[in-house]
C-alpha cells in the first residue's frame, strides 16, 4: 500500500449520535497518531500509539473521546454523544521506529466530521 | 509548555521569487526536533523539511531551506524560486525528546502563502 488511508472522508452525523473514524498507517510503521484540525483550534495533537499501546494520551479532550488500534496496525477513533464543538477534520498520521534522524509523520487524507 | 509562534497569517510572492516564513519555539528541553509541512487546499499534509536541535549545518531540501538560529529559538523556513503550486498552508511543527524519537507534534497556526504569477 501506498500512503495513509483514513476512512470514511465525510460524516455527517446528529448531535448525540456515535460515531468511529478509521486509520489504516503505511505498512510496517509501528507509530500512529491522531490529530484534529479546526478553524478555531489549529492542529491539535489527540493520542499516540506505539505499537498497541498508548503512551500519550494527553490530548483527548474528553471521556468521550477513546481510540484503539489492533494488531500493531488499524486504528480506530470513536466518539461518543457527538456534540457540534466535534466538528473538524480528523488526521492520521503515521511514522516508522528509529531509522531515519526526522522520524517525519506521514499523514493521511483526513476524515470531516460534521455535528448537526 | 512547548509552543510553536507562527506570526504571518498569509504572505503573498511573486513567482519565481525566494520567501522566508517564519516560526518561532519555545521549550526547555534541549533535544527537539522541529518540522515544516505544506498543507495544500486538498486537505492533505505533507513533510517538506526537518531541522534537529543539535543539528549543525542548516537543513535543506531542493527549493526549501531551514534558517535556524537556536539562540533565538527561531526556524524559518525558506522557499527559494516560488512557483504556482507553493501556494498552499504552511505549518511549523515541533517534536520533543532525541534523535529520532517518536512523539506527538505541536503545531504553530500556520502561514497562508500566496504565490502570484
Known amino acids: 500500500g501506498a500512503g495513509v488511508s483514513q476512512s470514511p472522508s465525510n460524516k455527517v452525523t446528529e448531535k448525540g449520535k456515535d460515531v468511529e473514524l478509521r486509520c489504516d498507517p503505511i505498512?510496517?510503521?509501528?507509530?500512529l497518531y491522531w490529530y484534529r484540525q479546526s478553524l478555531g483550534q489549529g492542529l491539535e495533537f489527540l493520542i499516540y500509539?506505539?505499537?498497541?499501546?498508548?503512551?500519550?494520551k494527553s490530548g483527548l479532550p474528553s471521556d468521550r473521546f477513546s481510540a484503539e488500534r489492533t494488531g500493531g496496525s488499524v486504528s480506530t477513533l470513536t466518539i461518543q454523544r457527538t456534540q457540534q464543538e466535534d466538528s473538524a477534520v480528523y488526521l492520521c498520521a503515521s511514522s516508522d521506529t528509529p531509522g531515519r534522524a526526522s522520524n517525519e509523520q506521514f499523514f493521511g487524507p483526513g476524515t470531516r466530521l460534521t455535528v448537526l | 509548555a512547548q509552543k510553536i509562534t507562527q506570526t504571518q497569517p498569509g504572505m503573498f510572492v511573486q513567482e519565481k521569487e525566494a520567501v522566508t516564513l517564519d516560526c518561532t519555539y519555545d521549550?526547555?528541553?534541549?533535544?527537539?526536533?522541529l518540522f515544516w509541512y505544506k498543507q495544500p487546499s486538498s486537505g492533505e499534509m505533507i513533510f517538506l523539511i526537518y531541522?534537529?536541535?543539535?543539528?549543525?549545518q542548516n537543513a535543506t531540501e531542493g527549493r526549501y531551506s531551514l534558517n535556524f538560529q537556536k539562540a533565538r529559538k527561531s526556524a524559518n523556513l525558506v522557499i527559494s524560486a516560488s512557483q504556482l503550486g507553493d501556494s498552499a498552508m504552511y505549518f511549523c511543527?515541533?517534536?520533543?525528546?532525541?534523535?529520532?524519537?517518536?512523539?506527538?507534534?505541536?503545531f504553530g497556526q500556520g502561514t497562508e502563502l500566496s504565490v502570484k504569477p
Open positions: 500509539f506505539q505499537g498497541n499501546s498508548a503512551p500519550d
Open positions: 521549550t526547555s528541553d534541549q533535544s527537539y526536533g
Open positions: 505498512s510496517g510503521h509501528t507509530a
Open positions: 511543527a515541533m517534536r520533543e525528546g532525541g534523535y529520532n524519537q517518536g512523539g506527538k507534534l505541536i
Open positions: 531541522q534537529g536541535s543539535y543539528d549543525e
